[in-house]
């Protein structure tokens, strides 16, 4: 088998997800009510379906994918791993860089790993129609193509910044069915409240969940749908790291570093939890988030109780926050655009088992040209901090002589987001590092909840 390109047939599709939270070194923290008391499944069957709701809240390590689950993923899974030897050689590096591509989806990222089973267990529970968050597009892309498959209408609240900076992902969303409204909207108290305040609001993906929540919660036949944070999505996501394994294993590797972009945690849960048996059995892997310098959640938030959501619909959740009111610029990888993190990410990066980095919009979208001229895809912004950190790790090997195994996700592809890299060829780009009074003032609002 060719070594830059590794391939599992079908049959090695993975059969089970896998549940991290029996194997964290302590356990979760719970997600609370308002009233300070942990909250119960009964308390989420307004947005969610049951079968949802037992994932989330499970201490079962596996849980099995359901055939019409296996069968839709099958039209893009097992996911190609390459290896990424012309950008090896363009950088001298004695490292081995490995990618795992998830932009060979029909909505060309990894998001419809659990989009198609979140759709899934709504339409066997009943529901007709489904509300949802998006920011670059990808997940609320992800969830219109789920929401077709399996006969459900598809209503998405898109960040208003990335509604007019990514118009092509907004089109395939439409063609797959889906209404798609910029946020904040008129349509919810919510975003009426925010254009109120703010007529010209950006939008933000907090601002996004709390309408899409609002109106699900609003309908009996309306569910919500989430595309990161929530325990389930990333368990959902874990095929990516299950898969990369296999395929490693194929050319007797083992990684010595694991990259992946990181906004609300679904790329790094997918990537990195089933690695992390390995890490706790001795082996010396570093697992890095990728997130960026003007939303740094991990590398400069607050771990705390906070809402995964602008208003407060959401449960309170322990977790590396800038505020849920925190306001981020418009970057291009609006996919990252979260003042929060997964619980089960926060967790792990508190207690050192995972690291983060901060990474400037300028040095990723280098990044993304390099890795284009070099492999030939083109990456979404967001994946491109992936590429910058593997690239860093790479360019470290070289500066130390050291051999070294690096394996990232390339979570998506950059076709939609063409008008970013034209942005960066013009020189029209802007770094933007959050200043320290800014992020003090968003933390001032948290919920009182120890």
């Avoid at 207690?351 to 990456?379: C, D, K, M, N, W």
Wanted: glycine share 10%; with cysteine.
């Amino acid at each position: 088998m060719p070594e830059h390109k590794i391939l599992l047939n079908e049959s090695e599709l993975p059969t089970h997800w896998y549940n991290v939270i029996p194997d964290l070194p302590t356990p979760m923290s719970p997600y609370m009510g308002p009233d300070g008391q942990p909250i119960t499944p009964e308390s989420m069957q307004a947005i969610f379906p049951p079968a949802i709701i037992e994932q989330e809240m499970s201490d079962q390590r596996w849980i099995e994918i359901p055939e019409p689950v296996r069968d839709a993923l099958c039209l893009w899974r097992p996911s190609p791993l390459y290896r990424a030897k012309r950008l090896e050689e363009a950088l001298g590096t004695p490292a081995k860089i490995y990618f795992k591509h998830e932009g060979v989806s029909p909505a060309g990222s990894h998001k419809p790993n659990s989009a198609v089973a979140q759709a899934y267990y709504n339409r066997q529970a009943g529901i007709r129609r489904l509300t949802t968050e998006t920011g670059a597009g990808q997940w609320g892309s992800s969830l219109a193509l789920a929401g077709q498959m399996f006969g459900l209408d598809v209503h998405v609240y898109m960040v208003n910044v990335s509604y007019h900076q990514k118009p092509f992902r907004r089109s395939m969303m439409q063609t797959w069915g889906a209404e798609v409204i910029p946020s904040p909207s008129r349509k919810t108290e919510t975003g009426r409240q925010a254009l109120e305040k703010d007529p010209d609001n950006p939008g933000s993906l907090g601002l996004a969940i709390s309408e899409a929540v609002e109106e699900a919660a609003g309908r009996e036949d309306t569910n919500y749908a989430l595309g990161s944070v929530l325990n389930h999505v990333l368990l959902h996501q874990t095929v990516i790291g299950q898969e990369a394994k296999a395929q490693l294993a194929k050319v007797g590797e083992t990684p010595d570093v694991i990259l992946a972009p990181c906004g609300g945690g679904s790329n790094v849960g997918g990537i990195m939890f089933p690695f992390l048996a390995d890490k706790a059995a001795g082996k010396d892997i570093r697992m890095v988030a990728v997130e960026p310098s003007s939303c740094p959640t991990l590398t400069r938030g607050h771990y705390a109780y906070d809402y995964g959501d602008s208003v407060g619909l959401t449960p309170i959740m322990k977790m590396y926050t800038l505020g849920h009111d925190f306001m981020p610029p418009g970057i291009h990888a609006g996919g990252l655009r979260y003042h929060g993190d997964s619980v089960l990410v926060s967790q792990l990066y508190h207690e050192g088992i995972l690291e983060a980095v901060a990474v400037p919009q300028i040095a990723t979208f280098e990044a993304g040209v390099l890795f284009s001229r070099t492999q030939g895809i083109i990456p979404a912004p967001e994946s491109a901090h992936a590429v910058r950190g593997a690239i860093d790790e790479a360019l470290k090997a070289k500066a130390e002589g050291k051999e070294k195994t690096i394996l990232f996700t390339l979570s998506g592809h950059g076709h939609f987001d063409m008008a970013a890299y034209d942005r960066y060829f013009a020189g029209d780009l802007e770094d933007f590092d959050y200043p320290d009074d800014a992020l003090n003032q968003a933390l001032h609002n948290l919920p009182d909840v120890e």
